[in-house]
């Protein structure tokens, strides 16, 4: 097997700054074949060059606003709200290009894509999707939606800043929730039954898997506890939304017996 591989530049169509481990020295390139790969130049002055090499070869389906790196300025130059405001575009495909142009890719766990939850219904057998009850409120963000839950945070908020400038970021008790709606850990605790995610879920649980009540095991469940426990705030990840099999237990894993005998 080679050491090393080619990738034609006939074939990249979009190109992007990355960060990787909070540092500007990557890039993901985007290919014809539909698959993308993640590159770390270990310095930022080495990323803009390759950046600027690349530029100058003009490869021919490498998009026009490839070399823009304001993400603000390229949403205007493609159009790409008004192409979803007038239905060209899926609401997925909106969300998942507003992800790309974050700076969110499927190649680094740590900054993994993020979708919303949209309904609230779980429980239910039927449901309706023209019944507007089971809609979440996407105004919000998800630790705002229960109004009693706000209030415990705001109120833990308004302690801890205290005496303090709330207004000074460099404030290590400056934040809202304490918890976040996209982490590694989210990632790996939703995909837990699909493969690379398995091994990499053992891995941070030195070897094994964590204790079975805290695995992801119930839809329902979990919405329940991003609704209502103060240290969940976790939205979801695109494969709810395309990617059904990965709720299935098709290896066989054996994620041990929760204490209600599930």
């Known amino acids: 097997m080679s050491a090393y591989q080619e990738w034609s530049l006939k074939a990249l169509t979009q190109m992007y700054d990355r960060r990787y481990r909070l ?10 074949d539909d698959t993308s790969w993640l590159f770390h130049f270990f310095e930022e002055s080495t990323r803009n060059r390759v950046f600027d090499a690349i530029l100058q070869c ?11 790196r304001n993400p603000h300025q390229v949403i205007e130059n493609t ?5 979803w405001c007038r239905r060209e575009i899926s609401n997925f495909d909106y969300l998942m290009r507003l992800n790309i142009l974050a700076g969110r890719t499927f190649n680094d766990l ?3 894509p993020v979708l919303p939850w949209v309904l609230k219904e779980y429980n239910a057998s039927q449901i309706s ?9 996407l105004t ?14 705001v109120e833990r908020y308004e302690g801890m800043v205290e005496g303090t400038d709330g207004n000074d970021a ?46 992801f095991h119930s839809v329902a469940e979990c919405f329940d506890g991003c609704l209502n426990s103060t240290g969940d705030v976790k939205e979801l990840i695109p494969e709810f939304y395309y990617l059904p099999e990965f709720l299935l237990n098709r290896s066989k894993l054996d994620l041990g017996k929760r204490q209600s005998g599930d």
């Open 58 to 68: 003009k490869p021919p389906h490498l998009l026009r606003s490839a070399g823009i």
């Open 110 to 112: 740590t900054q993994y």
């Open 170 to 215: 460099k404030n290590p008790n400056n934040f809202m929730y304490g918890t976040h709606y996209s982490t590694i850990g989210i990632v790996l605790y939703y995909l837990i039954r699909m493969e690379p995610f398995t091994t990499c879920n053992k891995f941070m649980q030195g070897g094994k898997f964590d204790h079975p009540d805290r695995l």
């Open 23 to 32: 540092r500007k020295c990557a890039l993901e390139f985007y290919f014809k």
């Open 140 to 153: 919000k963000p998800i630790g705002a939606l229960n109004p009693e839950r706000l209030q415990k945070f």
């Open 79 to 83: 159009k790409l709200h008004w192409k």
């Open 129 to 137: 999707l023209n019944d507007d009850k089971i809609y979440r409120d």
